[in-house]
């Protein structure tokens, strides 16, 4: 039996991926650097499905069919590199190296040229879902050339989610378009985990609602407009008692967010390109004060904080938080669908917005009802990137906008951070303000550096002397 495909890298998301093709009905060549796992794998996995494992490159390369087609499920960074480079003596012009990791779209498409010098074919995949998604049917983001996503698609396409808007796969665009749209996915859900977990605050702190009671009215909204794989983990998680001290495990976790680069890697690429997105670059920070648990220990104990005696209307405070974390994850998407539409201009990558927000409905991380309404907007008019400029978005947006407010403010005078739910606001009130203050930036600016300005009164490039020295 020859393998149909190739998968290198059996770690948990390389082992369900190759067991997911194979229930597909496809053979599927496995190779992993240290044989140990290869051979658990094997034992612990895999039932009737057609496994072929390897134990050496060679043996690999000619267990599959040609021209071959290869998946790296290895981490990302020189771990890929190193794993093409060891393949490269055995492949045959026309072959193709898929990397599903969360690579760097600047590593994919430096991959891409040089593979090419080389006549094999490279896709750039984002694969998002996790563990579950990876067996069960992920969200696939392939990029690279037509004719490599050709060789794979019906595989693809198989081992893909599934929504009533068709498979959650589909070619999204040239070069490295496909890492580039799954970074900014990443982008999004941290902003989207953080929206929840400032909620979550407010709640807990200035609500005084305990776990159980967090986690019913997280169901009850993931039963509404806010229904998504976020909200939903997090009620479940809002429910899960440790065993050993038969309380929330939530509740002793400790409260330091990791974070593997792909949210930082979108904010980068945000400033580089000059795109506002405010609320996933905050999501990120608000990833990184966090780590700083000792300092924010010992700095509470020194900047004691009085709780305001201020009266509170609970049913209203919920369904403002509710609005409020609807208002911030549209923002959420707006910024990132507006950061891949400039992307994909200035890399030519040729990626059509409605079609992301489609396979972005089923089996990934951000997966949420609320896409649906989105693709609505982009799909009236493909040019809204930020989808801010709809008659829909105006409602929507109007219809939440005090309850924002009203919570950061609440959050505001209990003193708790709310990084995420403000800058979404402000990233709202800043991009449909006619006026905003940049006028003293650029005469400033001016003033210490001749950088000139531009006047709103008559056409030209100005400098003044604003003091004599
Ligand atoms: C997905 C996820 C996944 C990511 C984790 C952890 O779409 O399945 O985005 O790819 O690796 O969410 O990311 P952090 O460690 O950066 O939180």
Request: proline share 4%; aromatic share 8%.
């Amino acid at each position: 039996m020859k393998g149909d495909i190739g998968l290198v890298g059996l770690a948990v998301m390389g082992q369900n991926l190759a067991l997911n093709i194979a229930r597909k009905g496809y053979s599927v060549s496995v190779y992993n650097r240290t044989p140990k796992r290869t051979e658990e794998f094997l034992k612990e996995k895999v039932r009737d499905e057609k496994i072929i494992p390897c134990y050496d490159l060679k043996s690999f390369i000619d267990s599959l069919e040609k021209p071959r087609r290869i998946i790296l499920m290895v981490k990302a960074g020189n771990p890929v590199d190193e794993m093409i480079n060891d393949l490269l003596p055995y492949l045959d012009p026309g072959d193709l190296i898929i990397d599903g990791g969360n690579s760097h779209y600047q590593d994919t498409s430096r991959r891409i040229k040089e593979l090419k010098e080389k006549k094999i074919l490279y896709l750039g995949m984002g694969v998002s879902g996790g563990e579950f998604g990876a067996l069960y049917g992920p969200s696939l983001m392939p990029g690279g050339s037509e004719d490599a996503y050709k060789m794979v698609e019906e595989i693809l396409l198989k081992i893909s989610a599934k929504t009533e808007d068709g498979p959650c796969c589909t070619f999204v665009g040239r070069d490295s378009a496909g890492h580039f749209v799954k970074m900014v996915h990443n982008g999004i859900e941290y902003a989207y985990m953080q929206a929840i977990a400032e909620v979550y605050d407010i709640m807990r702190k200035i609500l005084n609602m305990d776990s159980k009671e967090i986690g019913d009215i997280f169901e009850n909204w993931n039963n509404g407009e806010l229904n998504s794989f976020l909200m939903e983990i997090s009620y479940k998680i809002m429910r899960y008692i440790d065993e050993e001290k038969g309380v929330p495990l939530v509740e002793l976790i400790l409260d330091k967010a990791e974070q593997k680069g792909t949210g930082k890697w979108t904010a980068q690429s945000a400033l580089d390109l000059g795109v506002p997105t405010p609320s996933l670059n905050l999501a990120v920070e608000a990833r990184t004060l966090s780590y700083f648990k000792d300092l924010r220990r010992d700095l509470s104990k020194k900047y004691e904080r009085r709780v305001p005696n201020i009266p509170l209307e609970k049913e209203k405070i919920l369904k403002d938080l509710e609005n409020s974390l609807l208002f911030s994850i549209f923002m959420a998407f707006s910024q990132g669908l507006w950061l891949i539409s400039s992307a994909s201009k200035a890399l030519d990558y040729g990626i059509n917005l409605s079609e992301v927000l489609r396979i972005w409905k089923g089996g990934c991380i951000i997966r949420a009802k609320i896409l649906n309404f989105l693709r609505e907007i982009i799909n009236k008019n493909p040019e809204n990137v930020n989808l801010l400029n709809d008659e829909k978005s105006l409602s929507f947006i109007n219809d939440k906008l005090d309850s924002i407010k009203n919570i950061t403010k609440i959050a505001r005078d209990f003193n708790l951070p709310t990084l995420v739910l403000n800058s979404s606001l402000d990233y709202f009130l800043s991009i449909t303000e006619e006026d905003l203050p940049a006028n003293l930036i650029q005469a400033q600016r001016d003033f210490f550096g001749a950088h000139t300005f531009e006047r709103k009164d008559k056409e030209g490039i100005f400098h003044v002397q604003w003091e004599k020295f």
